[in-house]
Every structure is written in structure tokens, then in C-alpha cells.
């Protein structure tokens, strides 16, 4: 589902994407809710999916990883940025079945309903606003930690005043230092949502359990110092130990 905004107000719809193996092509089919904004949607696709990056010139860096080449591996985006950085930090700490549960849940009492020819699509994601304006102990009900909701609505007030921009085109320095001083988002979240929101290829969350296990340390400083040699594409190393440890094979 999509919520887009549009002279003053948020378009809702809904995308379908479908891969077109005999095409090396996304198909994608849009609402017709959101035909105003088709443009920027289509470039917002893109990198969500990472089409515009160049494997000749990762992969060659990558073949240094200690694993199995998984050539043309991309770096998933977000569609829209305040909802991917929620994700990460619904994500803290917990499994990914965890922070995706506690996302729906979040979508299902704050999200705005949207029709769509879709049974298990309903709702839009929380506006910034929504989540900003929410009691936190409503939130709370949702089983997110009481240090969670904090930064949560810490993020959504920051995006509302404009003095954080989530999109790839934002500062990349000056984001990281704003997430960074909001509180409950250290080293790791800024990281990973510099990974998945404003795709940064070189994004390395040295202190992520996954990391670790997949490079068999559990120091940030010795992982930091190995990922030197697969500059500037560090998180798209990151990508290719994440699906290592999914499927070692």
C-alpha cells in the first residue's frame, strides 16, 4: 500500500510489482489513485529495488567476501523513508518475525484504511503526524518497549519539523548525526537505516549480531577493520552475509 503526498494532501493507493524473467523487467501496476504522482513513484520503485545499481562494478570488490559469490545480489530500499526508519527501529533487538509483527500492529491502529483488490492489504502505513500525535501509551499496548516508542515519536516529530529528511537524496553526514541524537538510535540504527532509506552503498552496522556471526567475531573493531577491503560497497556486503546465514548453501 502507498500513501503519497500530493498539493497538500496524501494520495492513497496501492502498487503490484511482478518480476519478468524473459524481460530482465519489474512490471509494475500502480492504482489509478496515484496516477498524479506516477513519476516520482516510479523513481521511488527504483530504488526501493535497487535497479539502477551497476553489478560489474560491485561484484568484482565482492568476490573478496569469505563466501560463496552470490553475483548481482541488490540492496533493498524503502518506498517511503519514514517507514522504512520505523522499521529499523521496531527492528532493534528483536527477530525480524518480531519487528514485523510489531509493524503490524502499528499499521493496524494507526494506519489509515485504503481499498485495494488485495484481502490482506487494508491500511496504509502511520503518517508521521499520526505516530507524533498518538498517546505513547497506546503505542505501548502494541508490546513496544517503553524506549522504543520514545524514538519513535522522537523520529516522527523530527521528520514533521523538517530537520530530518529520509530520502536518498538527504545529506548523508548530517542525517546520521540527526539520528544519532535522537534518543534510543545509536550507532547500528543509523547505519542500517542509511543502508535501507537513503542507500548508502557503503553503510557498515559494525555492531549487528548478524555480522558477526556470518564473519565469526564479535568485535566491531576486527569486522570494521576487514570490511576495509570491500569499500564502498560495504552494505552490499552486508547483504551478501545476511543471506549466507539465511541459506549457508
Known amino acids: 500500500t502507498v500513501a503519497w503526498p500530493h498539493r497538500g494532501q496524501r494520495l492513497l493507493g496501492w502498487i503490484d510489482l511482478a518480476f519478468v524473467p524473459e524481460q530482465h523487467e519489474v512490471r509494475l ?3 489509478p489513485s496515484l496516477s498524479p504522482v506516477l513519476g516520482a513513484l516510479l523513481h521511488a520503485v527504483r530504488q526501493m529495488l535497487d535497479l539502477d545499481a551497476d553489478p560489474s562494478r560491485i561484484d568484482p570488490v565482492l568476490t573478496l567476501l569469505p563466501m560463496t559469490p552470490r553475483p548481482g545480489l541488490r540492496l533493498p530500499g524503502a518506498l517511503d523513508g519514514f517507514e522504512g526508519a520505523v522499521r529499523v527501529i ?25 481499498a485495494t483488490p488485495y484481502p490482506a492489504l487494508t491500511h496504509v502505513f502511520p503518517s508521521a503526524a499520526a505516530l507524533a500525535e498518538a498517546d ?46 535522537l534518543p534510543g538510535v545509536g550507532g547500528w540504527t543509523a547505519q542500517v537505516i542509511a543502508m535501507r532509506v537513503l542507500s548508502w552503498p557503503d553503510a557498515w552496522p559494525a555492531s549487528d549480531i548478524g555480522l558477526m556471526h556470518a564473519l565469526g567475531s564479535r568485535d566491531p573493531k576486527h569486522l570494521s577493520a576487514r570490511a576495509e577491503a570491500w569499500r564502498p560497497w560495504r552494505a552490499y556486503a552486508v547483504m551478501r552475509l545476511w543471506h549466507q546465514l539465511e541459506d549457508p548453501t
Open 136 to 181: 505513547p501509551a497506546e503505542i505501548g499496548q502494541l508490546g513496544i518497549v517503553r524506549q522504543r516508542v520514545a524514538a519513535l515519536q522522537a523520529l516522527a516529530r523530527a521528520v514533521l519539523q523538517g530537520s530530518l529528511l529520509l530520502h536518498r537524496s538527504a545529506p548523508l553526514q548530517d542525517t546520521l548525526d540527526s539520528l544519532r541524537a
Open 90 to 114: 521496531l527492528g532493534q533487538q528483536v527477530t525480524v518475525k518480531a519487528g514485523c509483527t510489531l509493524a503490524q500492529r502499528l499499521v493496524a491502529r494507526f494506519g489509515e484504511p485504503v
Open 29 to 31: 501496476t500502480p492504482s
